[in-house]
């Protein structure tokens, strides 16, 4: 437990120091004051000052902050609020960017620190009546090689293929009593319960580990840009699924975060960074949804200015409204948190 919250500091911290280095260093670079670059919120529980800024370290270690000058109020100097439009978005924004850069450095990182890989022979089972798979002709017993040509190692493979393409026709390389064929055959979103999306039951032999996998830099970067364009798909996809299914999304706190964190570190370093990388990702995407108290708040009210053309939110209102935002916030964290913990004790 004790190492699960240590490793969980540690990507928590990642997460928050670039998230908030992206702030600090566009409003440094436009002229905006910063008063204090906090890791963790209040109460404090260390503080330096350097120049003009206050760094702290605070007690609930959730987030992070930087207070910027004139957040609200133009008539103080150097204020965010006295920025151009483009400035102030630019900077409210540049969090969440750094949030996805940020996945870039750990997906390659991820390809380049050496991982196990399980290879399985992946076929189909029962084949559903009506599916995808009858209509495409495959059979019990075929053979899963490839998908758009990325061969299927196993059958973690063959589902994250499967997802990343659902909705849209696919090429599957399978093989019949050692014959090749080539099917086409599209995902569906909404299959009926047991089916799945292709409509099988995958089979997968007992798998061996080809020992050790690993690329050099120069293959790891680009391959890290591909994972990040597929996360990005998976979320898109996972969305649109809530709409089609017509299904809550799974929604977890801090303490099931944790949890989780701590079963990918016993995975390897790899896993974990890539983990790391989609929690990333799911940060910046979180932090730019147009809610009191979030960046993507901030912007709403920028956006709002701009279109009543110069016409400013009183300081005192907005403020109010991203302080009632920030505590209904910590108030639903504490809620998730609890549900996270008894779903623990009921497992």
């Not at 911290?13 to 209040?42: C, K, N, Y």
């Not at 940020?102 to 620190?113: F, G, N, R, T, W």
């Amino acid at each position: 437990m004790i190492i699960t919250i240590l490793i969980f500091l540690a990507v928590l911290a990642v997460l928050i120091l670039a998230h908030e280095l992206g702030h600090f260093a566009t409003a440094r670079a436009s002229g905006v004051d910063v008063e204090e670059f906090g890791f963790g919120f209040p109460p404090a529980l260390l503080k330096i000052k350097r120049g003009q800024t206050v760094y702290s370290i605070n007690l609930i270690p959730l987030g992070g902050f930087v207070k910027l000058a004139g957040e609200e109020d133009s008539q103080v100097p150097h204020s965010l609020a006295a920025k151009p439009y483009g400035t102030r978005l630019l900077i409210l924004a540049a969090g969440s960017i750094m949030n996805v850069l940020l996945p870039i450095v750990l997906l390659s990182a991820s390809h380049m620190v050496p991982r196990d890989v399980v290879v399985q022979t992946v076929s189909a089972g029962e084949v559903a009546a009506g599916s995808p798979a009858e209509k495409a002709g495959i059979q019990t017993g075929d053979v899963m090689v490839a998908i758009n040509g990325r061969p299927v190692r196993n059958s973690g493979e063959l589902l994250y293929n499967i997802r990343l393409h659902l909705g849209s026709a696919i090429d599957l390389d399978t093989q019949r009593d050692g014959a090749p064929r080539k099917v086409q055959i599209t995902p569906r979103w909404n299959p009926p319960p047991g089916q799945g999306p292709l409509g099988i039951i995958i089979q997968a032999s007992p798998g061996t580990s080809t020992g050790k996998e690993s690329y050099p830099f120069w293959k790891a970067v680009p391959k890290g840009m591909v994972s990040l364009w597929e996360a990005l798909v998976l979320f898109k996809n996972e969305i649109l699924r809530w709409f089609i299914q017509r299904t809550a999304p799974q929604v977890a706190g801090p303490v099931g975060i944790a949890q989780m964190t701590g079963e990918v570190a016993q995975a390897g370093f790899s896993p974990l960074l890539s983990f790391t990388a989609f929690l990333s990702i799911n940060l910046a995407i979180v932090n730019l949804l147009p809610l009191p108290a979030l960046d993507g708040g901030r912007i709403a009210f920028v956006l709002l200015e701009w279109m009543r053309r110069g016409k400013r939110i009183s300081a005192k209102r907005e403020g109010l409204v991203h302080l009632i935002g920030f505590l209904m916030l910590m108030a639903l964290i504490v809620v998730i948190s609890y549900y996270d913990i008894m779903r623990m004790i009921a497992e």
